[in-house]
């Protein structure tokens, strides 16, 4: 355990959804520009070891680290707030905590005990709750636990949580509870009481939260402040109103609002080293709720009924979108409902078209129509993963003429599998964690789209696929005008593709979604952007 790392546990109750990941990273950004070094992480009750084997519907995206961790997004909220990378160790489940215990009951290491829920696997998230405060990076670590107060599959992380208090001793250890006061509109009041049921449940488990944080629809007026300081047993300047807010991005200035930091730092005994006043923050607010201009960009995907399915892009959107005052007004439209037919109609419309990542064969038709309008068009178009794939199937088989061009993820016996299995993924049988995930080198071609948007010819980009282009058919590819304008430099991988006789045609097999942050927007989303306002223009 780092000796000077303080430790804030977020918690929640009353109901999932109340935005734990936002107030956390909140709260993160205003110790962060306070000088105060600061990481979040995610406790998460499941027993999957990782979300990597989840589908999208259950818990929204799954978010790639640098380090190639498959992880819950809120972990991408943190990064986009904070403009810092996170770990494999910034997100841990159930699942991987009862692996961890199982794996040291089998060598033999609990020495002939028992092994129980407490000690053990308390002492296991424990030492998963410490362990990156062990090189002394972080002054501050705030960890979100996921789920509600009272589901049976926190219990054992509330508790860590209470034997925690005792290891850290005092000024080193505060509980923030996220909760909801109700607004019943038929008696025109705000209720408390399912604030004062959840946090009760927090006593009874031995945890007494210093600092609640209320959403709310309406303001919390003073008395019914001072009935929740009085029910819960916290002081009256620790019950934090939280409002709902037009967009996530006013949440920290929100929370500064209400002297939620400044609760924190006086309650951990932390002093600022800095006041940044979040200038660049504001500023980007600023652009964000002021466009000049707006466009109509087109999401093509199978997961849209959940729009959290594809977080980082519909956020990449927002901040490429802010850093040029245009409001771009994303549409998801579900690949399974395109045709030939109608795709016209469908996406006649649209300034920009992005084939949105995804794994298997459904929808596979509506999406290489998506490309083929885009290409015949002129209409930007930006393929990511599987977009990307999808787009030199396309290519294949409308421009070159090899009518069977697939992905042997969808055709295992095409006879041009221009999309093949990556040669490392051959042989292996278990699903999760082994794609070929995380950051990886690119070179860019001079002279390409994508050299020109990103200002330099080496990148890292963060990756998630089985499957490839394959090298085979490159030379055939070019010489029809679909380039290769970025590459592995030590495995020869494809990894952006392009086309050179159109406004604007880009396809990466890496995920440029996951490094787009607030103070740093992604390159390749701006481009594409600019090309959208580009078509506007000319139409
Ligand atoms: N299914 C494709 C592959 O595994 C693309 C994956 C993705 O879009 N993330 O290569």
Redesign the pocket.
């Known amino acids: 355990m780092g000796s000077s790392t303080k430790h804030i546990f977020i918690t929640g109750g009353v109901t999932s959804s109340l935005g734990k990941g936002i107030i956390a990273a909140s709260l993160a950004k205003l110790l962060q520009s306070r000088g105060i070094s600061v990481t979040i992480q995610k406790f998460d009750p499941y027993l999957n070891i990782d979300p990597g084997t989840l589908n999208p519907y259950e818990h929204g995206e799954c978010y790639v680290t640098e380090d190639g961790a498959e992880t819950d997004l809120d972990l991408g909220h943190y990064e986009r707030f904070l403009n810092t990378s996170t770990s494999q160790d910034n997100n841990v489940t159930t699942g991987r905590i009862y692996n961890n215990v199982i794996t040291k009951e089998r060598k033999g290491e609990y020495l002939g005990k028992t092994v129980q829920v407490v000690p053990h696997i308390t002492d296991e998230i424990k030492r998963n709750f410490y362990k990156l405060g062990n090189e002394d990076k972080y002054e501050v670590i705030i960890t979100e636990i996921g789920g509600c107060v009272g589901d049976i599959e926190s219990l054992p992380f509330i508790e860590a949580v209470r034997q925690t208090k005792w290891d850290l001793g005092p000024n080193n250890f505060l509980v923030i509870h996220l909760t909801l006061i109700p607004y019943l509109a038929a008696a025109k009041e705000l209720k408390t009481k399912p604030t004062q049921h959840s946090v009760k449940q927090l006593l009874e488990a031995g945890v007494q939260p210093d600092i609640l944080v209320c959403r709310t629809e309406h303001h919390l007026p003073q008395d019914v402040k001072k009935k929740i300081a009085l029910f819960c047993n916290v002081q009256l300047n620790c019950v934090i109103e939280a409002m709902d807010a037009d967009t996530i991005y006013d949440v920290p200035l929100l929370m500064k609002k209400e002297k939620l930091d400044e609760r924190v730092m006086s309650k951990l005994k932390l002093t600022s080293k800095t006041n940044t006043e979040l200038e660049q923050w504001k500023e980007f607010l600023g652009r964000l709720k002021n466009p000049t201009q707006e466009v109509e960009i087109g999401l093509i995907g199978k997961y849209i009924s959940l729009p959290d399915a594809y977080k980082s892009i519909i956020e990449s959107f927002i901040h490429a979108g802010a850093s040029l005052e245009c409001k771009v007004h994303l549409r998801l439209i579900s690949s399974e409902e395109i045709n030939p037919e109608n795709v016209e109609k469908k996406l006649g419309e649209l300034n920009g078209i992005l084939v949105a ?4 064969e459904r929808g596979l038709v509506g999406k290489i129509e998506a490309v083929k309008f885009a290409r015949q068009k002129k209409i930007p178009f930006f393929g ?4 990307m ?1 999808i787009a030199v199937i396309e290519f294949a088989q409308n421009v070159i003429g090899l009518d069977d061009a697939s992905s042997t ?1 969808m055709n295992p016996d095409t006879k041009n599998p221009v999309i093949f299995l990556m040669e490392q993924q051959k042989g292996i049988t278990q699903l999760g964690g082994t ?1 070929r995930l995380g950051s990886y080198i690119c070179e860019l071609e001079k002279g390409t789209k994508s050299s020109t948007a990103y200002g330099k010819s080496k990148i890292h980009e963060r990756h ?5 282009f394959n090298n085979e058919y490159l030379e055939k590819f070019e010489s029809y005008g679909m380039i290769a304008a970025g590459k592995n430099p030590e495995s020869g991988l494809v990894e952006i593709i392009e086309l050179a006789d159109h406004p604007w045609f880009v396809g990466t097999q890496f ?1 440029p979604e996951y490094k787009s942050t607030v103070l740093a927007p992604h390159p390749l989303f701006i481009r594409f952007v600019k090309a959208a306002i580009e078509n506007k223009h000319q139409n």
């Open positions: 990542p995804g794994f298997g990511i993963c599987l977009g794939q993820e794609m998630r696929h089985r499957y490839e995920h």
